[in-house]
């Protein structure tokens, strides 16, 4: 499979140097982009996107459709917290309108710098929209089930 669920190696480096600001006040801009698999993108070139994504790629990209553009959406951050002994964070769900979208995957990055990248995600198949609503449904912001959580 070339797109594989995980937080990206680079991130987990770059929060460890403080690239990376989550807060609603002041922080980052991050988005999603959304990929489709087996050279259904902009390209012939199937997305190839996992642990060792350092950054934003046109590769594999669905195209442009309704209210999808490349690039992807801006993410409404959820302020970072924690339970227990967990810290996470977490975003708003995302849609695109009007759109005609077969996505097998999203990459979640920082825009705000360099275009970094911060986790991949798996659908584990094909997911669409024809004319209509393309929604990503982020779980419950929580210790167990937050996008991006640390243990």
Excluded: W
Excluded at 8 to 29: A, M, P, R
Excluded at 80 to 90: C, E, K, L, R
Excluded at 135 to 148: L, V
């Amino acid at each position: 499979m070339a797109i594989a669920q995980a937080m990206c190696t680079s991130f987990k480096q770059e929060l460890l140097e403080g690239v990376h600001n989550f807060k609603n006040s002041g922080g980052d801009t991050f988005k999603l982009a959304l990929y489709a698999e087996g050279g259904g993108g902009k390209s012939s070139t199937t997305a190839t996107l996992g642990a060792t994504t350092t950054a934003f790629t046109t590769t594999g990209e669905v195209a442009n459709s309704g209210s999808y553009s490349s690039g992807g959406g801006t993410l409404t951050r959820v302020d970072p917290t924690t339970s227990g002994t967990t810290a996470f964070t977490d975003f708003a769900d995302l849609s695109f309108t009007t759109a005609t979208i077969t996505a097998m995957g999203a990459l979640i990055y920082n825009s705000s710098d360099s275009n970094k990248a911060v986790c991949v995600l798996d659908f584990t198949s094909n997911k669409s929209s024809t004319s209509g609503t393309f929604t990503i449904q982020f779980p419950t912001a929580d210790a167990s089930n937050a996008i991006i959580r640390i243990a």
